[in-house]
T-cell receptor, first 116, second 114 residues
Framework: AQSVTQLGSHVSVSEGALVLLRCNYS??????LFWYVQYPNQGLQLLLK??????LVKGINGFEAEFKKSETSFHLTKPSAHMSDAAEYFC??????????????FGQGTILTVHP | DTGVSQDPRHKITKRGQNVTFRCDPI?????LYWYRQTLGQGPEFLTY????????KSRLLSDRFSAERPKGSFSTLEIQRTEQGDSAMYLC????????????FGQGTRLTVV
């Protein structure tokens, strides 16, 4: 079974500081990995995805993530936080086979707070 | 295309009542998923359709829950005899294409059972 662990349920940074949100995955096959963002009372919006091409993936709003197979990690980073980045972030792994084709397994989420 | 649409956005119901939610996926998306998200948790998979066929149901989906996708277009999720534990955000997502294609999510339906 595939799983995702997000380290740190809350992360707080100052505006302009580096954002680092951690995600570790478990998968018996090469994974497809995603980061989604959720604003209060909204659905999920895709930030970026890893589909076995380049290990460094660039997404929207200046976010990027690096796939590290040896560490089973897919951490999300942004060089300089903006107030508008305050939201909840979810890492997810895609089920790649069987009748659960396309099903996502999500981590618990990390709430990002950005201070002025 | 306006994306995945869910209706209603909010629903308050009394315990024991039945509720039905609707999801309109992005047109031409053949896969449709329902997830449930409780406060402080990530979304959890409930069920999945490929076209009109329901291919998988999670163990989270008790006998009080039923989902349909007639003609492979919109989908409905019905909860019978609602319980307070059913209070959650219900999210619908759709996707199309080869493996790795991302799922697009709707805004969700927030259910409160009082």
């Amino acid at each position: 079974a595939q799983s995702v662990t997000q380290l740190g349920s809350h992360v707080s940074v100052s505006e302009g500081a580096l954002v680092l949100l951690r995600c570790n995955y478990s998968s018996s096959v090469p994974p497809y990995l995603f980061w989604y963002v959720q604003y209060p009372n909204q659905g999920l919006q895709l930030l970026l995805k890893y589909t076995s091409a380049a290990t460094l993936v660039k997404g929207i709003n200046g976010f990027e993530a690096e796939f590290k197979k040896s560490e089973t990690s897919f951490h999300l980073t942004k060089p300089s936080a903006h107030m508008s980045d305050a939201a909840e972030y979810f890492c997810a792994v895609l089920n790649a086979g069987g009748t659960s084709y396309g099903k996502l397994t999500f981590g618990q989420g990390t709430i990002l707070t950005v201070h002025p | 295309d306006t994306g995945v649409s869910q209706d209603p956005r909010h629903k308050i119901t009394k315990r024991g009542q039945n509720v039905t939610f609707r999801c309109d996926p992005i047109s031409e998306h053949n896969r449709l998923y329902w997830y449930r998200q409780t406060l402080g948790q990530g979304p959890e998979f409930l069920t999945y359709f490929q076209n009109e066929a329901q291919l998988e149901k999670s163990r989270l989906l008790s006998d009080r829950f039923s989902a349909e996708r007639p003609k492979g277009s919109f989908s409905t999720l019905e909860i019978q005899r609602t319980e307070q534990g059913d209070s959650a955000m219900y999210l619908c997502a759709s996707s199309y294409g080869t493996m790795g294609t991302e799922a697009f999510f709707g805004q969700g339906t927030r259910l409160t059972v009082v």
